[in-house]
């Protein structure tokens, strides 16, 4: 046999039923939780007086941005941004300057501390007034425009206006200081004042470079110096070459004569006028002198640039055209050289040659010792050169840096003193409204405190009871989630609103039959007055239908009662199931306590010994266990202690004589279903098993295991619902059928 024996419809959605069925069992945490929310609603209300508000609006067309000051004096230094594709972002940026504490400091000063609080707290705190004020501003600018809307909120009617007028006048001068530098006089005093004694240090340090070499300007000094060093070589040139020609002319007169020139040149020379020939030979002779200076300058290093070896340079080439157009007049002239002296002029030498040619060595000395002195002034001021040009640029731009700051003070100066705020990109075009009622805000979060209350109630309902409360609570979810049939849903009667019927049946059990179980006396589940008697008899006539439709004659029929957890009432509806078949007529019915360790207890019924398991067997034992009319009760107590073990070979040896005995059913009170229980092993001899299900204390996943482990056996397994608590009112929701 097998539980598959009639189709389960798959489970639906959440239902009605299992809102409805969340809503009452939770319906005091709902209660609670919601009325918690609403009380927070009402006090926020309460306790925080209504506010007013003031409301503007601004037109922001452009922004002129001026940078800070760099070392960059040529650099444009405004920039104009209009409000194109980065609208959104310039936007942004002026929210932000509104939304700043630094300007809801600033009103709060402005206005007074003491009138901004006065209805907002008391006192005369200036950050805290700056709080109220920045708590209570809203800025948010207007969908597809350029329009920032500015309100502000306050409990006082009399503040709003002021404060938001207020508002908006420091704002432009925020924005004002921010992108047009209003405010920077103190980082452009420092700048120049910083410039200032760097140009000082920079003066100092020129002075001193100049001083070392003795100068005052190096471009006039090294003017000087060339200029003097060209007049002296100049001079010391002209010197040099007089003198190399009185020395050639007194070692001419001095020497004996070469010897004459051949006839033909003899009569040429003689035909040339001798101060040609005078001119001819000192030509000769100032070239040989030229020719050898350059040779010299060269060899000091000079280059063919420079303007000592270019003045040269330029008189050899004016020697040589005189002494060429001499050559050419006078062609008996060439070759004779530098070596030819008038023979007229030979007796005219003057007998102070000598003394002319050391007045003339004396004036080479001294020009030479000027040049020299000249020269290492060329050289140190060459080497002071760097430095000094180093230090001349360098105060230059400091010079240059220092100008430009100090227009940029004066300038920074003249817009302060044309007022600050007069921003022509930014127009107010809506000023500060009169004061108007602002619930908006009020009520809005005392509908969320509200709303918040009753939706965490609710979530937190649901919550439990389809995530964390995993337990079997309701009938449909035996089939829906369970996939198994159900018998019966038998309610627990004190939850149910049963107390006045409780309380009656304890007043009835002096007379009535009674059973101690627990310690506690309890009407026995036989007993006509029990309350859950036609739940019993419910059950009852369910199994008979259910053996009578699957023709199902012979007997005995076997009947066991288990569960998935202890405490599930597997005892109670097992006596009650049984004592109901007892009522029939149709048979005897014997109820077995399969329970090891409560067998000492159901030894006793009504005051009677029960008798042994074996004894049930045999007609003139079997008194003893007669509870009622055709209803016996035993217990298997032999060998308890090791009942698990030795029941299955046990069973098997009495299972002919339940199949023999005249009983028409033998109801097994079985332990709950475990791995280790004898319940598993025994089910697939039963012909039904009733897994009794506690309601909201029996797991669903520990039913799926049970249910898992009985079918291993075959076993026919159809479930109970006991305990099951009615939250719904049945005129509401009617989820099972009822006797209402």
Not at 162 to 185: F, R, T, W
Not at 226 to 232: E, F, L, S, V, W
Not at 534 to 552: C, K, T
Request: hydrophobic share 40%; aromatic share 6%.
């Amino acid at each position: 046999m097998n539980n598959n024996n009639r189709h389960i419809e798959p489970a639906p959605g959440i239902t009605l039923g299992d809102v409805y069925f969340v809503i009452f069992r939770h319906k005091w945490k709902i209660i609670i939780l919601s009325t918690a929310g609403i009380v927070a609603a009402a006090a926020f209300y309460l306790l925080h007086p209504p506010l007013y508000q003031s409301e503007s609006e601004l037109f922001i067309r452009y922004i002129t941005d001026t940078r800070k000051p760099t070392l960059d004096a040529n650099n444009n230094d405004t920039t104009t941004t209009s409000l194109g594709a980065q609208g959104g972002s310039v936007i942004g940026s002026e929210i932000q300057i509104l939304r700043s504490f630094d300007l809801a400091q600033q009103v709060a000063n402005t206005v007074g501390p003491e009138k901004i609080l006065a209805k907002a707290g008391g006192g005369k705190d200036p950050v805290s007034a700056a709080d109220v004020v920045w708590h209570g501003l809203i800025v948010q600018p207007l969908p597809n425009s350029s329009v920032i809307d500015i309100i502000f909120q306050h409990p006082d009617p009399s503040v709003v206006q002021p404060v938001l007028n207020e508002i908006v006048a420091d704002y432009q001068s925020k924005h004002s200081a921010i992108h047009q530098m209003i405010g920077e006089n103190d980082f452009l005093n420092e700048q120049t004042m910083q410039l200032s004694s760097e140009i000082a240090q920079t003066d100092g340090e020129l002075m001193a470079a100049k001083t070392n070499v003795g100068i005052i300007s190096l471009e006039d000094t090294k003017k000087t110096v060339a200029d003097q060093i060209a007049k002296i070589q100049g001079k010391l040139l002209d010197v040099e070459v007089e003198l190399a020609t009185h020395q050639g002319v007194l070692d001419n007169t001095n020497s004996p004569s070469p010897g004459n020139p051949p006839a033909t040149n003899a009569l040429a020379v003689a035909q040339i006028p001798s101060d040609r020939i005078d001119a001819y030979s000192q030509a000769s002779l100032r070239l040989v002198i030229l020719e050898k200076k350059k040779g010299e300058f060269l060899a000091q290093g000079y280059t063919e640039g420079n303007v000592l070896v270019k003045d040269v340079a330029d008189q050899i080439a004016t020697v040589k055209a005189a002494k060429t157009d001499l050559e050419a007049k006078f062609p008996g002239l060439a070759g004779l050289g530098a070596s030819v002296i008038n023979p007229d002029e030979q007796a005219a030498v003057s007998p102070d040659e000598s003394a002319r040619l050391s007045e003339l060595k004396s004036t080479v000395t001294v020009l030479n010792t000027q040049l020299d002195r000249l020269r290492q002034e060329e050289i140190t001021m060459t080497e002071a050169e760097p430095k000094i040009n180093d230090l001349e640029r360098k105060q230059q731009i400091e010079e240059q840096n220092l100008a430009y700051f100090l227009k940029s003070l004066d300038d920074a100066r003249i817009n302060e003193a044309l007022g600050a705020g007069k921003i022509s990109g930014i127009k107010s075009i809506e000023e500060p409204t009169p004061p108007s009622l602002a619930e908006t805000k009020r009520m809005k979060i005392s509908g969320m405190l509200a709303g918040g209350g009753i939706g965490l109630a609710l979530a937190l309902a649901f919550l439990i009871e389809f995530y964390l409360d995993r337990s079997v609570k309701r009938p449909t979810e035996i089939e829906n989630k369970l996939k198994m049939p159900l018998f019966l849903s038998i309610p627990d009667v004190v939850r149910n609103g049963n107390h006045q019927r409780a309380a009656q049946r304890q007043l009835r059990m002096k007379n009535d039959e009674s059973v101690l179980t627990g310690g506690n006396l309890q009407i026995a589940p036989w007993s006509p007055n029990h309350s859950l008697r036609g739940f019993y008899e419910a059950l009852r006539d369910r199994i008979v239908v259910h053996f009578e439709v699957r023709n199902i004659t012979r007997n005995p029929k076997l009947v066991a009662v288990t569960s998935a957890n202890r405490g599930a009432g597997v005892t109670s509806i097992a006596m009650g199931l049984a004592a109901s078949l007892s009522e029939t007529g149709e048979g005897n019915v014997l109820l077995v306590d399969m329970n090891a360790e409560q067998g000492a207890v159901q030894q006793f019924y009504k005051g009677k010994p029960g008798c042994p398991l074996d004894d049930a067997f045999v007609s003139e034992k079997r008194n003893g266990a007669l509870v009622q009319d055709n209803l016996y009760v035993v217990s298997d107590s032999s060998g308890a202690d090791k009942l698990p073990r030795i029941m299955p070979k046990r069973f098997s040896s009495l299972l002919p004589k339940f199949k023999a005995s005249d009983y028409d059913y033998i109801i097994f009170d079985m332990p709950p279903v475990t791995q280790t229980s004898v319940t598993p092993r025994l089910a697939g001899h039963m012909d039904m098993v009733l897994l009794v299900v506690e309601a909201e204390k029996t797991k669903q996943e520990v039913v799926r295991r049970a249910n898992s482990l009985l079918a291993e056996s075959k076993a026919n397994v159809i479930a109970v619902l006991n305990k099951a608590h009615q939250y719904v009112p049945e005129k509401l929701h009617q989820e099972f059928l009822s006797d209402g």
